[in-house]
C-alpha cells in the first residue's frame, strides 16, 4: 500500500536474499521471525550484518560496487519519481560512487563487513538510524 505507483519487486527480492538462510528459494516463517526480531530488536552487530547480507548480493562475503549499486537503484525504483526530491536513476550511480569510495578504505574494490563497520561507527547518523530502524544505507 505505500508503493503503489513504484515497482517494489527488485527490492523484495533483495530483502527476500537477505532474509533466507537455507538455500532452496523458501522462507520459513521461524526465518521470517528471527530476521524481524533481530532487525527491529538486535544489536546494532546484528543490524550491520542484515544490511551487509542486502547488499553481499551473490553472498561471497563482500559487496562490490556493482552490488551496491543494484540494490540502490532497486531502493530508488521502490520510492520513485514520486519522492522529495525526486529520485532519477543517474542519481544511484552517483550516490553508490560516492558512498563506496568512503567505504572501501583499503582500495581493493569491494567493501569487507569490517569496513561496512568502521563506516557505520564514523557516522552518527547512520548509527542512529540502525537504532531507529530507518537505514539510509
Same mark, same amino acid.
Not at 538455500?23 to 550491520?48: C, I, N, P, W, Y
Given at each position: 500500500?505505500?508503493?503503489?505507483?513504484?515497482?517494489?519487486?527488485?527490492?523484495?527480492?533483495?530483502?527476500?536474499?537477505?532474509?533466507?538462510?537455507?538455500?532452496?528459494?523458501?522462507?520459513?516463517?521461524?526465518?521470517?521471525?528471527?530476521?524481524?526480531?533481530? =532487525?527491529?530488536?538486535? #544489536?546494532?552487530?546484528?543490524?550491520?550484518?542484515?544490511? +551487509?547480507? %542486502?547488499? !553481499?548480493?551473490? /553472498? *561471497? $562475503?563482500?559487496?562490490?560496487?556493482?552490488?551496491?549499486?543494484?540494490?540502490?537503484?532497486?531502493?530508488?525504483?521502490?520510492?520513485?519519481?514520486?519522492?522529495?526530491?525526486? =529520485?532519477?536513476?543517474? #542519481?544511484?550511480?552517483?550516490?553508490?560512487?560516492?558512498? +563506496?569510495? %568512503?567505504? !572501501?578504505?583499503? /582500495? *581493493? $574494490?569491494?567493501?569487507?563487513?569490517?569496513?561496512?563497520?568502521?563506516?557505520?561507527?564514523?557516522?552518527?547518523?547512520?548509527?542512529?538510524?540502525?537504532?531507529?530502524?530507518?537505514?539510509?544505507?
Amino acid at each position: 500500500m505505500f508503493f503503489l505507483h513504484t515497482d517494489a519487486s527488485q527490492y523484495a527480492h533483495f530483502v527476500f536474499n537477505a532474509v533466507k538462510h537455507k538455500h532452496g528459494g523458501k522462507l520459513s516463517f521461524e526465518e521470517f521471525l528471527d530476521t524481524l526480531s533481530r =532487525v527491529a530488536r538486535g #544489536s546494532v552487530q546484528e543490524k550491520l550484518s542484515w544490511v +551487509f547480507a %542486502l547488499y !553481499d548480493v551473490d /553472498g *561471497d $562475503g563482500r559487496i562490490s560496487r556493482s552490488e551496491m549499486l543494484a540494490v540502490v537503484q532497486a531502493v530508488y525504483e521502490l520510492l520513485g519519481r514520486a519522492a522529495v526530491p525526486p =529520485v532519477l536513476p543517474a #542519481s544511484a550511480k552517483d550516490h553508490v560512487d560516492k558512498i +563506496f569510495d %568512503l567505504m !572501501d578504505t583499503n /582500495g *581493493d $574494490g569491494v567493501v569487507s563487513p569490517e569496513e561496512l563497520a568502521r563506516w557505520c561507527a564514523r557516522e552518527p547518523v547512520l548509527l542512529q538510524s540502525l537504532q531507529t530502524l530507518d537505514t539510509v544505507l
